[in-house]
């Protein structure tokens, strides 16, 4: 008889941990509070054009390719080039390739000796990324004895110094321009690079290194694929179903009480946010929280999202690019010290670029993001004159860049994500963007794990969870917690 699975959430990791235990043989449930799947990594359609609600860079492109090719699903993956296109206040614009040749000579146009530099932190970046992987992202840890080994102590003498993100890179790179594009890469799992050790660094490196890919039909098109491979192989998704608590008896979880029912799985797996499934499901309204340990979190910062139908196309634009202002220090430290940024650091994503399915023919769909604090700081209410202020100083930036002076009489549609949306709509704790932050004290083994340590049929996939933050970890987080189920 087949063992039974029930995953609370249809998020990227929900769907991929499902569609892979479908795949073993087991008898899979998904259940799902919203009317759609995906999560954060979800969709937006009108008029048109279709946005990526928050993910939308391909990072370690691997894990995508190997979970498409384990599960035979059909799916379009396309290399970009450039990776990124920069803007700078100043004016300057740099493309940042794959191909090495062509990124060093516009590195070395604006600063000589970065060239070189740029090489040896790509190639120390490498080599640490590496011993992360075997060491630290592709390993669970189950018990102190897992971390207390030699191969695993050298791992963390050679990946973790101490000195910060910006300051390792400034080791490699003289320009600031240069320094600032790679530490703000950094910031794509939600930390600070100002003061976030220096690991993290990897971001950029892998980028470069591996390059960044489009799948065809944007981020969600992912989640389309997986959802359809469960549901044509046996799988049920039941969406628009929330899961109430759980019902716990001595050490397992015997049955999840949702608003339709209950169910009695043998397995029971949360793709919802960490912590708010921890106070939820087995908050003191249940009265019977035994087991259960209380530990207090810090959380990454949150993100304000501006998507934009524009009239016509934006030649000046690639897939991905960014802007950055003068002071950029202290603009990308405001969100992590409870402000919003007065000019900006922005993400724009353009997919419309090479995928004619993402706007109207002639038309352009881009996401503009910008990191800002999480609920938890008081200050700001994500009302309709907070969103009004954030959408202007977003606009008044974006027409600093070479070729946007005229976008704001070109917006056709334009609708908004903000830390209330995350913390309502996708239970994110505080409105957190990235999960539980990536802080030294919350970081591998010292994270949430994927195996409950306190429920032994309970296990855990998302953001907040070991491996961490981001799409590509999540997926490789689900072929790990698969690694418990034979």
């Known amino acids: 008889m087949k063992k039974s699975v029930v995953i609370i959430g249809a998020g990227i990791g929900g769907l991929a941990t499902g569609a892979r235990l479908l795949k073993k043989g087991y008898d899979v449930k998904i259940i799902e509070k919203n009317s759609c799947c995906g ?3 979800g969709s937006l359609k009108a008029k048109g054009f279709t946005f990526d609600l928050t993910a939308s860079i391909m990072m370690m492109p691997d894990e995508y390719m190997s979970l498409s090719k384990e599960l035979g699903l059909n799916l379009n993956f396309i290399k970009l080039e450039p990776n990124y296109k920069v803007n700078y206040f100043d004016g300057t614009v740099l493309d940042f390739y794959t191909d090495l040749t062509i990124s060093l000579d516009q590195i070395e146009k604006i600063s000589q000796p970065d060239g070189n530099g740029y090489l040896k932190f790509l190639s120390e970046g490498y080599k640490k990324y590496q011993i992360a992987y075997d060491y630290f992202l592709n390993k669970n840890y189950d018990s102190i004895d897992d971390v207390m080994n030699n191969d695993v102590m050298k791992g963390v003498a050679k990946s973790f110094p101490l000195t910060n993100s910006y300051h390792y890179i400034s080791k490699f790179i003289e320009d600031k321009r240069i ?33 960044l890919w489009y799948l065809e039909g944007g981020m969600n098109s992912f989640v389309f694929a997986l959802e359809e491979y469960i549901r044509k192989n046996g799988g049920t998704i039941c969406l628009n179903t929330t899961c109430e608590r759980l019902l716990v008896k001595g050490g397992s979880i015997e049955g999840v009480v949702t608003d339709k029912g209950v169910v009695s799985p043998d397995i029971v797996v949360c793709n919802s946010d960490y912590s708010y499934s921890n106070k939820t499901y087995f908050g003191n309204r249940f009265g019977n929280n035994k087991g259960v340990k209380e530990r207090k979190f810090h959380y990454s910062c949150s993100v304000f999202m501006l998507y934009i139908g524009l009239k016509k196309k934006q030649e000046c634009l690639a897939v991905h690019n960014l802007y950055i202002g003068p002071d950029f220090k202290k603009n990308v430290e405001a969100a992590f010290k409870g402000r919003i940024p007065s000019d900006p650091t922005l993400y724009i994503y353009c997919p419309s670029k090479i995928d004619d399915t993402m706007a109207p023919a002639g038309k352009d769909a881009i996401n503009v993001m910008v990191r800002v604090p999480n609920t938890k700081n008081r200050k700001y209410v994500w009302d309709e004159k907070l969103i009004k202020k954030m959408r202007d100083r977003l606009i008044q930036t974006l027409q600093k860049v070479n070729g946007l002076e005229d976008i704001n009489e070109n917006i056709e549609f334009e609708s908004y994500l903000t830390p209330k949306d995350l913390e309502v709509k ?31 049929n309970l296990y855990f996939i998302g953001d907040s969870v070991h491996p961490g933050t981001g799409v ?7 072929k790990l917690l698969c690694e418990y189920l034979k």
């Open 426 to 456: 996708f239970n994110c704790t505080y409105g957190n963007g990235f999960g539980i932050s990536h802080d030294l004290t919350q970081t591998a083994f010292l994270r949430p794990q994927i195996k409950s340590r306190d429920f032994d």
């Open 39 to 41: 999560g954060k990594t």
């Open 472 to 478: 590509s970890l999540v997926l490789l987080g689900s």
């Open 179 to 211: 320094r600032d594009y790679l530490a703000f890469q950094t910031m794509y799992i939600g930390v600070n690079p100002m003061k976030s050790f220096n690991m993290y660094t990897l971001i950029p490196v892998i980028s470069a290194i591996k390059g």
